[in-house]
């Protein structure tokens, strides 16, 4: 473990880490109390216990709307989008790191632009575009879409991440005879897991719950998606919200998962020694 | 072995992409700022000059919104910013537990917004919700409010909420930044016998520059557009005290078919935003110099 | 180049190249049936949604050449944002749920939709099924009907049988004795009627309800038309009769946190004794909670010629996307007849057992009796009003009329200047 002027956290902090522990526990409990109960005990009892168990928010859940088939067609389309994007993001920012010509800084603030417009200003020229390119109920428009709109995060946390590298590993890689390309994937990049670990979780949380694109692009139930599949029980007027729940905590455990699988990596991927200067 | 074409050949893919699919549609936006347009595809785009942003200019509830993206961002800075450094330190710590620390900080982003803002919204009701409970148990009951159903107070229960919500992804970019800083800095400086506040200041700080600039770019954009939380907690009431610029943005464009309007307010949204990167950006390189 | 960036360039070329490879694997152009797109709100897991969705199978299985492509989207703001970028890029579907009004009347100018009036001249059969409450697809200045009403609604009074028992009270007839019995009702510790406006619809309705009881439709018809205004004495009345309920705690407390699902909440856990609401409440998981009856929201006893006047009308209807390809028209029309005939809505009620539908049912035993009781209570219906503000030529006059109540429940502004804040946006629209 690093960061050795955490180790020892002191009174006042390890007092907070233990309430901020609870604070977000809470929520957690919460949901899970929540999916067995129904709208009257929901609304008017939410701090309690359910007084009976209402199992069937899970079978309706699980059968009515097909949460598992919504829940794998989510973690198929981000797993790809964010491997895809964390590929182009480490050749792409690599380059804008270090190149100090100008077009290299005009191609960063272009990236920069992206993610300071709300989605819903770009909506209707870009349903136009996919209309065009055929791209309704289609994956791998939406893969693109996906990897194309987490571009700017990524390639700002990335960039930023990389310019503080120090550059004799470059320099002792370019030696070695590496070529450009080599240099990133094998010196590079493993320096910078931290950073990759941490884009990659952003993106992926993201792509997971995205619901406008997966509004926008998909129609054929077989190809819905999680955000889709939690409104199942939200109707005209009335929202029930006991399935909506438990549809949440079944769609929230392969996150989870994800995340620490992603953060474990964060920590052992920094191997000893100086790598940043 | 440096091709001359390798860097553009790197940057490529990404731009190319990013360049159809965002950008054209971004610039579009812009560009139609200055046009008015019903949203109907047979309907012609009249361009009307600067209209749009004088109508923007003269209608107080367009600075309100704006204002409530200040007070998003005044809670960023004060609160949000050392909340998720300190988190970012518990977690990498390694002290007992962090692993299970690790997992539960990061779970009020996992729970979709629906949860959260059920759940806060339980916690908030005034007729016995527990936090006026609470208030109330300490005799503090002048202090126990109508928290989201008073114009006074609704927008910084959402900004709270907000904080609360997002502390744990904020949490990651500080995380990133302290795990990288190598071991042979703490050990040269444990050898000096530098105290706690000193290494605080003289080392963990300044290492972390880029995962500050993120924050504060992150934070402040995130401020400028933020909509989900709002929209679903408050839906920008009661009546518009709680609204920002993109839940306007939306009400106006697709509620009310005045889509010139709409993407005037989102270019000053773009616009504040590019201008505040770029202001961090040269703070930081002025640091660095 | 190295072979390194060749493999980069071959990325690019693929990456871009997958897209139009894409659209060619989608557009299937086979000659036989037809694809028609039909865009509602009904793509959830009730009852009335399952049934609906079951009807666009049985009439695919009936008719093998038309595929039915249901793009449906229940959430409410997914539906709008789906159909208005739809609309913006030219490419509307071809049946569309639609609620008509002052609010659509653009998209009918712009020819956006088709006017069915030709279509229900030609099939008298199918034209006379309808009750005739096709008022938000017609205007007197601007010939055609532009949809058919799908839905039908009433804003009716719920209450809690238990409750009136043991009070000893009847359900309210009229205002004055709702206010009285509001009294009784809280010495027992109930709510008298909950009425929580954090979803700001809940204030306007009750605002409707009130004004249209008072005031009549002419009134609100005057409003529509730009010859009154909100700041009359007519609206502030109602408005500070709506604060002086809220004083009195006849709505509940701190109504602007309280929102729609816990109003219900609040009636199906026996903490308010009255809840108004429409048809769709019949389907509440409240209502299995307690014994409930229904009655007309009550009149003014000042303006009993008023008393039949109710809010309500269609909620939904089916509006038809202008197609340039005939064929597809043609296979929308008969779709868009499948789905409001007789037959249809027969199957709904029996499917739902309840409800209420905008076409001559033959009776039927297969009903709940509430919902018996609650069809009871506009039978005697001389006009349908449907929201202030929704007649007003300005898509916004709705939102910004529930927004200023929203405002003065929450004690920001007083009923005068709600009044003014609605009469400043009216002042806008264009009243030819």
Redesign the interface.
């Known amino acids: 473990m690093k960061a050795t002027s955490f180790r020892n956290l002191g009174v006042g902090l390890t007092v907070f880490a233990v309430f901020w522990l609870f604070v977000t526990l809470y929520p957690l409990s919460f949901t899970i109390v929540s999916s067995f109960k129904d709208n009257t005990e929901i609304f008017s009892s939410p701090m309690s216990l359910p007084s009976v168990l209402r199992i069937e928010n899970y079978t309706r859940a699980l059968l009515q709307a097909t949460i598992l088939r919504n829940i794998a067609n989510s973690l198929f389309l981000s797993v790809i989008s964010v491997a895809l994007l964390l590929f182009l993001v480490s050749i792409c920012s690599y380059v804008l790191a270090r190149e100090k010509a100008k077009w290299a800084v005009v191609v960063y603030l272009v990236f920069l632009s992206g993610f300071l417009l709300p989605v819903h200003s770009a909506l209707i020229p870009l349903t136009k575009l996919v209309s065009a390119l055929g791209g309704y109920n289609n994956y791998a428009m939406l893969i693109i879409l996906f990897v194309s709109y987490n571009a700017p995060l990524s390639v700002f946390l990335v960039t930023g991440y990389m310019k503080t590298v120090s550059k004799e590993l470059d320099e002792a890689a370019f030696l070695d005879g590496c070529g450009y390309f080599q240099t990133v994937i094998y010196v590079i990049l493993p320096v910078s897991a931290p950073i990759f670990a941490t884009a990659g979780i952003v993106a992926f949380l993201f792509i997971y719950n995205d619901l406008i694109f997966s509004i926008l692009f998909l129609s054929k139930k077989t190809l819905y998606t999680v955000s889709i599949g939690l409104s199942a029980f939200v109707g005209e007027r009335i929202v029930e919200y006991g399935p909506i729940f438990a549809s949440i905590v079944l769609s929230s455990l392969p996150m989870v998962a994800i995340y620490l699988l992603f953060q474990e990596k964060v920590q052992k991927g920094i191997t000893e020694g100086a790598i940043k200067g | 072995m440096k091709s001359k074409y390798a860097p553009f050949l790197m940057v490529l893919p990404l731009l190319a992409l990013y360049l159809l699919f965002v950008f054209y549609p971004v610039a579009n936006a812009v560009l139609s700022s200055f046009f008015s347009w019903n949203g109907i595809a047979s309907s012609p785009q009249v361009f009307v000059g600067l209209r749009n942003y004088i109508d923007l200019a003269k209608d107080p509830r367009y600075f309100r919104a704006f204002a409530n993206s200040g007070r998003f961002i005044i809670g960023s800075l004060l609160f949000l910013m050392p909340l998720s450094f300190a988190l970012g330190g518990i977690i990498v710590s390694g002290v007992r537990g962090s692993r299970v620390m690790k997992a539960a900080y990061f779970l009020p982003v996992v729970l979709s917004l629906t949860a959260i803002s059920l759940m806060w919204r339980s916690i908030l009701y005034p007729n016995g919700g527990p936090l006026n409970a609470l208030l109330e148990g300490m005799n503090l009951d002048r202090l126990a409010q109508n928290w989201l159903g008073d114009v006074r107070f609704a927008i910084w229960a959402v900004v709270f909420v907000n904080m609360w919500t997002y502390a744990g992804l904020n949490m990651l970019i500080f995380a990133a930044g302290l795990v990288s800083i190598p071991q042979e800095i703490w050990d040269s400086v444990a050898i000096d016998g530098a105290g706690k506040v000193a290494r605080f200041w003289y080392i963990t700080l300044p290492s972390l520059k880029e995962s500050f600039k993120a924050f504060l770019v992150l934070a402040v954009s995130g401020s400028l557009k933020v909509f989900d939380i709002v929209f679903i907690m408050t839906g920008g009431g009661p009546n518009g005290s709680s609204d920002t610029p993109a839940t306007l943005l939306y009400f106006q464009a697709f509620r009310f078919n005045r889509f010139g309007i709409g993407n005037a307010i989102g270019t000053l949204i773009l616009l504040f935003g590019l201008a505040w990167a770029l202001l961090v950006n040269r703070a930081v390189r002025k640091l660095e110099a | 180049?190295?072979r390194?960036?060749r493999?980069?360039?071959f990325?690019?070329v693929v990456?871009?190249s997958?897209?139009?490879l894409?659209?060619?694997?989608?557009?299937d152009q086979a000659e036989e049936p037809i694809t028609i797109?039909i865009l509602t709100?009904?793509?959830?897991?009730?009852g009335a949604?399952t049934a609906f969705r079951n009807r666009l199978q049985s009439f695919m299985e009936q008719n093998p050449d038309i595929i039915i492509?249901?793009?449906s989207?229940?959430?409410?703001?997914?539906f709008?944002?789906?159909l208005?970028?739809?609309?913006?890029?030219?490419?509307v579907p071809e049946i569309v749920q639609n609620y008509g009004g002052a609010g659509n009347r653009?998209?009918f100018e712009?020819?956006?939709y088709v006017d069915l009036r030709p279509y229900l001249d030609d099939d008298p059969e199918w034209a006379a099924g309808f009750v005739p409450l096709f008022g938000e697809w017609e205007f007197d200045d601007l010939p055609g009907t532009w949809g058919v009403p799908y839905e039908l609604f009433a804003i009716s009074l719920f209450y809690n049988r238990t409750i009136f028992e043991e009070a000893g009270l009847e359900p309210p007839e009229t205002i004055e004795e709702l206010m009285e019995q509001g009294e009784v009702l809280k010495s027992a510790g109930y709510i008298p009627i909950s009425t929580g406006?954090?979803?700001?619809f809940r204030g306007g309705h009750l605002f409707t309800n009130l004004l249209i009881k008072k005031h009549g439709p002419e009134f609100v018809e005057r409003l529509n038309r730009g010859t009154a205004s909100f700041e009359d004495q007519e609206v502030i009345e109602i408005l500070t009769l709506m604060k002086t309920m809220q004083d009195e705690g006849m709505l509940?407390?701190?109504?602007?946190?309280?929102?729609?699902?816990?109003d219900?909440?609040?009636f199906?856990?026996g903490?308010t004794a009255m809840h108004f609401d429409?048809s769709?409440?019949l389907?509440?998981?409240?209502l299995s909670?307690i014994d409930a009856g229904v009655v007309p929201f009550p009149y003014f006893e000042s303006a009993p010629q008023n008393r039949n006047i109710i809010m309500g009308g269609s909620a939904?209807g089916l509006a038809l996307g202008a197609s340039e390809d005939p064929d597809k028209l043609d296979a929308a029309i008969k779709l868009l007849k499948y789905l409001t005939s007789i037959e249809h809505f027969e199957y709904i009620r029996d499917f739902t057992g309840g409800g209420v539908y905008p076409v001559k049912l033959p009776p039927t035993d297969n009903v709940s009796s509430l919902t018996v009781e609650y069809a009871d209570t506009f039978s005697a219906a001389e006009a349908f009003v449907g929201d202030i503000g929704n007649g007003v030529p300005l898509?916004?006059m709705v939102?910004v009329t529930r927004?200023?109540i929203?405002?003065?429940?929450?004690?920001?502004?007083s009923p005068e200047q709600a009044a003014s804040q609605m009469a400043r946006e009216h002042s806008q629209a264009d009243f030819n």
């Open positions: 180049m190295t390194i960036s493999v980069l360039a990325i690019t990456l871009l997958a897209l139009p894409a659209a060619s694997g989608s557009t797109r709100r009904w793509s959830d897991q009730s949604s492509e249901d793009l989207i229940n959430d409410e703001s997914s709008g944002e789906k208005k970028v739809l609309i913006a890029s030219g490419d653009i998209y712009s020819d956006v406006v954090a979803d700001n509940g407390e701190n109504i602007t946190a309280v929102n729609y699902a816990a219900n909440a609040l199906g856990s903490e429409g769709w409440f389907s509440d998981g409240a909670r939904a898509p916004q939102e927004n200023a929203q405002g003065m429940f929450a004690g920001a502004i």
